[in-house]
């Protein structure tokens, strides 16, 4: 018999007559039966949290919420290997990155809200007018109210609890999503939550798919207060139209077609394995994975070759093993997407470096969604595959002869989500970070984080910043309090 995942609403786990599958993306193997939730399930769960907010919840200190994260952060520690099981099991990532990411992120993740809120502060300022009156203002945060949580199937745990952690911290009371590929995690956060006793209807876990379905009920009932989405550009339109009537809070993370640029003084080595690694982490399906690689003429050359070798040396294999380096895509219906992508590309011209394929096994994994690591060339600026996100393990590389060129190269794009700069002239570096119409730049590095600071992008790639205090701004209502000075 399988395994079957319930929704969690109002401290209950609540089965439902409609059921999905849950499949494992490596051998295409059932993890589990999920119970989508109805409108009504949506509706009772918008209901158990309106209600939670008006309930002890709503009364308690910073002090007490912080110890009710550091609560559920200890939980997910306690259950550390079921928390990387599951994400292994879904996502098909290698246990190397569930373990030293994936989880170690998600637990970071209450930590660090928790000692946020208890030493966070707001603005005071005295105020004289031109008359001589003499004011004091002040700001305080106060909860938003109940928060939609919708959050993507590429890195589940991480960004689950990237949503759910500052929304608990600020006050308010969640109905989250997961996706419907990668429902584990959040049904394993959810009995985390029930073991600890959080307050029932404080965070509800309802499961489903999108369009009229889990998602479409969410953004559409009128007690949401906020929606924060993690995912692909267009189905953040489509619930920005859904929520406008309602002038609702938005915070969007969506997509990235990110440049890496390498000039010609950076740190050869170092460059290469970065530009590995950022274009291929997660087997591509991370929204700040570099499709487009721009690396100076007078190296090119040599660094598409090293990138062809170090390609060519990443292991395709158990997820499971330590020595593996790269999964699958995250379903059939993602390898097809990413596979036409691959045949797009030659059509546009593309001289495939190195994979351009599915690879063949020989065992059970052939009933997966495996593609092999991609390197192209040749491309023109406008091909379909260098504007648009394929979300899978691909780059592309192209050569440039100067500063200026690679700068109008990189920020020729619908998205803006980050950069990587590899260079050892540190003026270069700030010059060029300065130019970069992204949320984000690295340089000579790729994917560190200090949760401290903002994370988002500008344009298709998102509204809004989470992160340290621009989390704490997006998840409360900020009131600003005037009191005259006799």
């Known amino acids: 018999m399988s395994k079957l995942i319930r929704s969690y609403i109002n ?243 969506l997509g990235g077609k990110n440049a890496a640029i390498v000039f010609a003084d950076a740190d050869f080595e170092a460059a290469v394995s970065g530009v590995v690694r950022s274009s291929f982490t997660n087997s591509g399906q991370v929204c700040l994975c570099s499709e487009r690689v721009y690396v100076h003429r007078s190296i090119f050359d040599r660094f598409v070759a090293a990138m062809k070798e170090k390609t060519e040396a990443l292991v395709l294999g158990d997820p499971m093993d330590p020595a593996t380096d790269i999964g699958p895509q995250i379903s059939l219906e993602h390898q097809g997407k990413v596979l036409s992508y691959l045949q797009l590309a030659r059509e546009e011209g593309a001289t495939v470096i190195t994979g351009g394929e599915k690879p063949h096994f020989g065992d059970a994994r052939d009933n997966g969604s495996w593609v092999r690591p991609t390197i192209w060339t040749g491309l023109p600026a406008n091909a379909r595959c260098l504007r648009e996100e394929v979300f899978g393990p691909v780059c592309h590389i192209t050569p440039f002869d100067d500063e200026e060129e690679v700068v109008a190269l990189a920020n020729d794009c619908d998205y803006g989500l980050a950069a990587s700069i590899w260079t050892q002239d540190v003026t270069r570096a700030h010059r060029v970070a300065g130019r970069m119409h992204t949320g984000i730049v690295w340089i000579n590095t790729w994917f560190m984080r200090d949760l401290r600071t903002p994370f988002g992008g500008v344009r298709m790639s998102g509204i809004g910043r989470e992160g340290g205090r621009h989390s704490m701004d997006f998840y409360s209502e900020i009131t600003n309090i005037c009191v005259k000075v006799a």
């Open 11 to 253: 401290g209950q786990f609540v089965d439902s007559d409609k059921r999905f599958a849950n499949t494992c993306p490596v051998d295409g193997t059932l993890v589990a039966d999920v119970c989508e939730a109805s409108r009504a399930d949506v509706d009772n769960a918008v209901a158990a949290a309106r209600a939670a907010l008006s309930g002890p919840w709503g009364k308690i200190s910073i002090a007490e919420r912080a110890e009710w994260l550091y609560r559920l952060a200890a939980g997910i520690e306690k259950r550390f290997e079921d928390f990387v099981e599951a994400e292994v099991r879904d996502t098909g990532r290698p246990v190397k990155q569930a373990r030293t990411l994936d989880v170690p992120r998600g637990i970071a993740n209450f930590r660090f809200f928790a000692d946020l809120i208890k030493t966070a502060n707001t603005e005071c300022f005295e105020t004289t007018t031109a008359d001589g009156a003499r004011a004091i203002n002040y700001t305080l945060r106060k909860p938003l109210g109940v928060v939609a949580a919708i959050s993507p199937w590429n890195l589940p745990i991480l960004l689950f609890s990237w949503k759910v952690a500052p929304a608990l911290a600020m006050g308010n009371t969640v109905v989250a999503k997961p996706s419907e590929e990668t429902p584990s995690s959040a049904a394993l956060l959810a009995e985390v939550a029930h073991e600890i006793g959080l307050p029932a209807g404080v965070f509800n876990v309802v499961h489903g798919f999108g369009g009229n379905s889990t998602g479409e009920f969410m953004t559409r009932n009128p007690d949401i207060d906020a929606v924060t989405f993690t995912g692909e550009s267009g189905t953040g339109s489509t619930i920005m139209k859904a929520v406008a009537d309602g002038m609702k809070e938005v915070s969007f993370e």
